[in-house]
Nanobody, 127 residues
Framework: QVQLVESGGGLVQPGDSLRLTCAASTRAFDGLTLAWFRQPPGKDREFVAAVKKFDSGTIYADAFKGHFTASRDNAKNTLYLQIYSLKPEDTAVYSC????????????????????WGQGTQVTVSS
């Protein structure tokens, strides 16, 4: 079993940067494919980024390239999401997800591919 716990969310002002953290309780962290999703209020959950296992290659949703940086630290069992120049439309619950599977690139953005989820952390961007 893998438990994921996000942190780092909060109320921030437009233009701020923020780093979210996802801590995993597992001895096999480096064997996980990891991802960040977000769910804005009243909208469906959407893919933000994924970090592959083995080579830590990173995939981003096209709309978010340059706005987010996802990374992992296998020594710390931690996934990160750096968000730059926050905008009100970034307001959402951000969740990390993990799977033990090796996913093809096209599958990384599909939430049904991930069997482990954190509870999410709220990010609110408002002046």
């Amino acid at each position: 079993q893998v438990q994921l716990v996000e942190s780092g969310g909060g109320l921030v002002q437009p233009g701020d940067s923020l780093r979210l953290t996802c801590a995993a309780s597992t001895r096999a962290f480096d064997g996980l494919t990891l991802a960040w999703f977000r769910q804005p209020p009243g909208k469906d959950r959407e893919f933000v980024a994924a970090v592959k296992k083995f080579d830590s290659g990173t995939i981003y949703a096209d709309a978010f390239k340059g706005h987010f940086t996802a990374s992992r630290d296998n020594a710390k069992n931690t996934l990160y999401l750096q968000i730059y120049s926050l905008k009100p439309e970034d307001t959402a619950v951000y969740s990390c997800a993990a799977t033990k599977a090796v996913l093809r690139t096209w599958a990384l953005a599909e939430d049904e591919q991930y069997e482990y989820w954190g509870q999410g952390t709220q990010v609110t961007v408002s002046s």
